[in-house]
Structure formats: C-alpha cells, structure tokens
C-alpha cells in the first residue's frame, strides 16, 4: 500500500493522456538514468539536489517525484517541494515499478532537442485540420506539457525551424512527417513507443480522418466535421489549438473508456 505522500502506478496510469495529469519530475541519478535513458510519459529530468529551483514554476501544481526504487530520492525531493508549499509526492515503486507493469516509456533519445528554457518547439503550416491539432494534443499530452508550437505559411517552416532551432513536422521531406499510408500522429506514437489501445483506436480515427479512408473508423468522419468547423470557427490558430486541445481530450476518452457504449434513447422501460 502507497504511503500517505505516494500516488500508486496505477493511480498514475490513469491520469497521464489527461488534462488532470500531475508534473511529473524524474529526479533519478544520471548513472541510474544512463542505464535505461527513458521516461514516463510527459516526465522530465532534474537533480534531486536542485528540486527547490523548480519551486516557484510548480507552484499550484500537483506535482509527482519520480526516481529509480521510489525510495529515498523521491521521497526526499517530494518532501522539499511540501515544504515550499507545493503539492508533491512520490511514485510508489518508482520508474521500476512503470517498467514492470507494461506501461510506456519514452526514448529520450527520440525527444527533439529541448530549448533553453527546457521545452521542445515545434513548427508547421498554418490553419491547420487534422493532423496539425492532433500531434500537438498528443506531444502535450504524453511527451512534453510545455511544448510551444509555432503555424507559419507552408513556405517558411524549413526556414523557420533552422533559423529558431524549431522541429518541423507534418510537411514534406522531414522526419516527423506521413510515412507510407501512415500519417505523422501515427509517426509520433511510433517513434515515442507510447503504444496503447486507447491510441492506436484513437490513431485509427486520425488517420481515417486526415487521409480521407472513413472506411477505417465510423468516427473519423465527425472527427473531420468538428475539426473543419473549428477551423471556420477561429482565425487564430493558436485559439484552434486550445479547442481542439478538448475535442482530442474527448476522442481520447471516449477510445479509452467508452467505445463500448452506446447511446440509449430512448430509453428502456
């Protein structure tokens, strides 16, 4: 049983993919790291010994301290961040505890590089539909919460991403792009070994959607209705991205708790 100041892995589970995910901070040694470079979905790397720099950016944030055993470091760097008035606590078990339930974990090494302010910046097409709202859901979601995204004309992205240190995507010719009749959400999932049935139902819909194949999920006709009337809807595409940000949260929990249901009006006697 977790102690008073621990959340369980399954608890966790639960919450990561949601707008009620905690900050999760990794704070395990880089030795211990080195021997197994990956994170839990949405995690981050800083020092046990300097947790109380993040204090003032956590502030009001639920937030849970991650370290190899789930023993001492977390428990130590979870209780600094109390004493600052944050609320913190460790994962039970800690990343071995992930590791042995089955449950995702990312490559570092397939995280773009992180900016100065320790955040991935991203640069695609402006209005956007599909795919463009899609794959910032999903980085925000289970890679990088912080995640900036910049929309430009289609001309200027290369540009853009070279002159800002921005990673490209959704476009011709780059890495984090369409491959075969798979879309660039597809990619993403791949690349990031984030695989679950909630996302690949989710991806099926995305794709369906994006690439014009229906036939591959009744839902990704709505989904394109939706996400053509909030392109009509906001001029600003950085105002469509936060709406979407709720239709992606919907789909997502609809794949995973759900898509069994059905609508039952009217309703039996």
């Known amino acids: 049983m977790a102690s008073p100041n621990q959340i369980t892995v399954s608890q966790l589970s639960r919450l990561i993919g949601t707008p009620d995910c905690p900050t999760l901070i990794d704070v395990c040694i880089d030795e211990d790291f080195n021997d197994d470079p990956r994170l839990i979905p949405t995690?981050?790397?800083?020092?046990f010994?300097?947790?109380?720099?993040?204090?003032?950016?956590?502030?009001g944030q639920r937030v849970v301290v991650i370290c190899q055993k789930g023993k001492?470091?977390?428990?130590?760097?979870?209780?600094?961040?109390?004493?600052?008035g944050i609320a913190a606590e460790g994962l039970e078990g800690g990343n071995f505890a992930w590791r042995d339930a089955g449950l995702p974990l990312v490559?570092?090494?397939?995280?773009?590089p992180l900016t100065a302010?320790?955040?991935?910046?991203?640069?695609?097409?402006?209005?956007?539909?599909?795919?463009?709202?899609a794959c910032p859901w999903l980085i925000r979601r289970f890679i990088d919460p912080r995640a900036t995204f910049l929309y430009v004309a289609p001309g200027d992205v290369l540009e853009v991403a070279e002159k800002f240190n921005a990673t490209p995507f959704d476009i011709e010719d780059v890495f984090w792009s369409h491959r075969g009749?798979?879309?660039?959400?597809?990619?993403?999932?791949?690349?990031?070994?984030?695989?679950?049935?909630?996302?690949e139902r989710l991806a099926n819909i995305v794709r369906g959607?994006?690439?014009e194949r229906h036939d591959l999920a009744p839902e990704a006709a709505g989904l394109l209705a939706a996400s053509l009337g909030l392109s009509r809807m906001?001029?600003?595409?950085?105002?469509?991205?936060?709406?979407?940000?709720?239709?992606?949260?919907?789909?997502?929990?609809?794949?995973?708790d759900a898509h069994d249901e059905t609508h039952d009006w009217p309703a039996a006697k």
């Open 43 to 47: 995690a981050r790397r800083q020092p």
């Open 209 to 211: 959607a994006d690439t």
């Open 117 to 133: 302010d320790g955040h991935t910046l991203w640069v695609t097409r402006h209005r956007p539909k599909i795919d463009r709202i």
């Open 72 to 84: 001492k470091l977390s428990s130590g760097a979870s209780a600094l961040l109390r004493s600052a």
């Open 49 to 59: 010994a300097k947790i109380l720099e993040l204090a003032a950016e956590l502030q």
């Open 234 to 256: 906001f001029r600003d595409d950085l105002e469509q991205l936060e709406a979407g940000m709720l239709l992606y949260d919907s789909f997502y929990r609809w794949a995973r």
């Open 107 to 112: 490559p570092v090494a397939n995280i773009p």
């Open 181 to 199: 009749d798979r879309c660039t959400f597809d990619t993403m999932i791949e690349e990031w070994k984030i695989t679950s049935e909630a996302l």
